[in-house]
C-alpha cells in the first residue's frame, strides 16, 4: 500500500530563517509526490509537485522541495521564512493503480515574529 | 476557470435530516474525488469517479453515506440519515492526469 508520513505535528520557526516540513513515503514504483498548504478556514491549495526530472522542484509563495529517492523523503522547503507562511501543510503521493492522493496527517508550521 | 466549485460553504442541520453536499470540478477533468477533514482522522478519501464512474468507494464510511455523478460537470454526497458524528469539513477534487484542484469546502455541522 502507499502511504505519506509527516512526522512532525508542529514545527515553529523564527521569521527570516530557514524552515523544513518533513515528509516520507511509501510506494512501490516511481511516485507522484505533491505539497499543499492550508490556511485556517479555507480550502487546500497547491504548492508544488515531483513527477519527474529535476530532484529539487521550485513551487508557489518560494517553496520547493527536494525528492530523495534513497531516502524516499520529500522535505518542503523555504529559504526565509515569513509570518504569513503559518499554516496546515500537507504532503501527498498519488496512487498511481487509481489516480487518488493519499494525505499524510499534515504538520502545522507557525512562524513568530 | 473559476475552479472546483462546492456548494454550499456551510451547512448546519438537526440529527436525522438529509445533506446534499454539491460539487461543479473543473471542466475537462475527468476524475471527482470526496474527502473529509477532521481533527482526529485527518483527511480520508471517502470516494472518487473516473470518467463519472466510481472506482472506489471504500472510504464511505456506511451506508448513510451515498455519492453519485450524473454528468461530468456535478457531483453528489448525500448524508441521510445525518448524525452529530458526520460534522466535518467535505472537499470535492477533481483532476486531470497528474493535476489536482480543491475546492473551499463545505462545513457541515450536525447538531
Known amino acids: 500500500a502507499q502511504s505519506v508520513a509527516q512526522p512532525e505535528d508542529q514545527v515553529n520557526v523564527a521569521e527570516g530563517n530557514p524552515l523544513t516540513v518533513k515528509c516520507t513515503y511509501s510506494v512501490s514504483g516511481n511516485p507522484y509526490l505533491f505539497w499543499y498548504v492550508q490556511y485556517p478556514n479555507r480550502g487546500l491549495q497547491f504548492l508544488l509537485k515531483y513527477i519527474t526530472g529535476d530532484n529539487l522542484v521550485k513551487g508557489s509563495y518560494g517553496f520547493e522541495a527536494e525528492f530523495n529517492k534513497s531516502q524516499t523523503s520529500f522535505h518542503l522547503k523555504k529559504p526565509s521564512a515569513l509570518v504569513s507562511d503559518s499554516a496546515l501543510y500537507f504532503c501527498a503521493v498519488r496512487d498511481i493503480y487509481g489516480g487518488k492522493l493519499i494525505f499524510g496527517q499534515g504538520t502545522e508550521l507557525s512562524v513568530k515574529p | 476557470d473559476a475552479g472546483v466549485i462546492q456548494s454550499p460553504r456551510h451547512e448546519v442541520t438537526e440529527m436525522g435530516q438529509e445533506v446534499t453536499l454539491r460539487c461543479k470540478p473543473i471542466s475537462g477533468h475527468n476524475s471527482l474525488f470526496w474527502y473529509r477533514q477532521t481533527m482526529m482522522r485527518g483527511l480520508e478519501l471517502l470516494i472518487y469517479?473516473?470518467?463519472?464512474?466510481?472506482?472506489?468507494d471504500s472510504g464511505m464510511p456506511e451506508d448513510r453515506f451515498s455519492a453519485k455523478m450524473p454528468n461530468a460537470s456535478f457531483s453528489t454526497l448525500k448524508i441521510q440519515p445525518s448524525e452529530p458524528r458526520d460534522s466535518a469539513v467535505y472537499f470535492c477534487?477533481?483532476?486531470?492526469?497528474?493535476?489536482?484542484?480543491f475546492g473551499s469546502g463545505t462545513r457541515l455541522t450536525v447538531v
Open positions: 469517479f473516473n470518467n463519472n464512474v466510481p472506482i472506489d
Open positions: 477534487a477533481s483532476s486531470l492526469i497528474s493535476g489536482f484542484a
